[in-house]
């Protein structure tokens, strides 16, 4: 059974960085069928998604965070992070990561977050 | 892509059909997918494609459409499937989420 559990700072003051990690348990950021993003969703608010990365490097960032988002694996930890600059009030939030299964051939063909973490609350506040 | 659900909210008894719909801006093909959200967990995906039930959720869930309209069916509400209900657009990035239905039980 694939586990994720995000960590990290709870509390970050305006304009500084947010920093986030994602431990993946149960399965490997390696494995070439999923894709591993954040999503993060404001407090009483929808889900907003903020970018992917795939185990070789290559990200792909929502363009309302892509200036100040920054998403990294490491392998040897299973690990995926999240680095979110210059914050202001307006990206408190609980953050997810999430697990993206995708595939396309010929018969068949999904892209979903089939498996996500529990969130992180990350507060903006001076 | 924009994704707009109806209803925002709604009420119904435990045994009833119910209906949410998903409208996408633009075609997404069959690249829609739908979650279920219960106050302060994670999203859990119940639907992957448009119809296909994600693996461990009950059959009462169903999806239908493609091109721009879709639907979730919950055939016979129980008590454990209030919360809220997102669809969720994969063809294009940035990937989009629907405002959300929340679904209460009478």
């Known amino acids: 059974q694939v586990q994720l559990q995000e960590s990290g700072p709870g509390l970050v003051k305006p304009s500084e960085t947010l920093s986030l990690t994602c431990a993946v348990s149960g399965g490997s950021v390696s494995s070439g069928v999923y894709y591993w993003s954040w999503i993060r969703q404001p407090p009483g608010k929808g889900l907003e998604w903020i970018g992917y990365?795939?185990?070789?490097?290559?990200?792909n960032y929502n363009p309302s965070l892509q200036s100040r988002v920054t998403i990294s694996v490491d392998t040897s930890k299973n690990q995926v992070s999240l680095k979110l600059t210059s914050v202001t009030t307006a990206d408190t939030a609980v953050y997810f990561c999430?697990?993206?299964?995708?595939?396309?051939?010929?018969?068949?063909?999904?892209?979903?977050?089939?498996?996500w973490g529990q969130g992180t609350l990350v507060t903006v506040s001076s | 892509i924009q994704m707009t659900q109806s209803p925002s909210s709604l009420s119904a008894s435990v045994g009833d059909r119910v209906t949410i719909t998903c409208r996408a801006s633009q075609s997404i093909s069959s690249y829609l997918n739908w979650y279920h959200q219960k106050a302060g967990k994670a999203p859990k995906l119940l639907i992957y494609?448009?119809?296909g039930l994600q693996s461990g959720v009950p059959p009462r869930f169903s999806g239908s459409g493609s091109g721009t309209d879709f639907t979730l069916t919950i055939s016979s509400l129980q008590p454990e499937d209030f919360g809220l209900y997102y669809c969720q657009q994969s063809y294009s990035t940035p990937w989009t989420f629907g405002q959300g239905t929340k679904v209460e039980i009478k």
């Open positions: 494609t448009a119809s």
């Open positions: 999430a697990r993206v299964l995708s595939y396309h051939d010929s018969s068949a063909h999904r892209r979903d977050f089939d498996y």
């Open positions: 990365i795939y185990f070789s490097g290559n990200t």
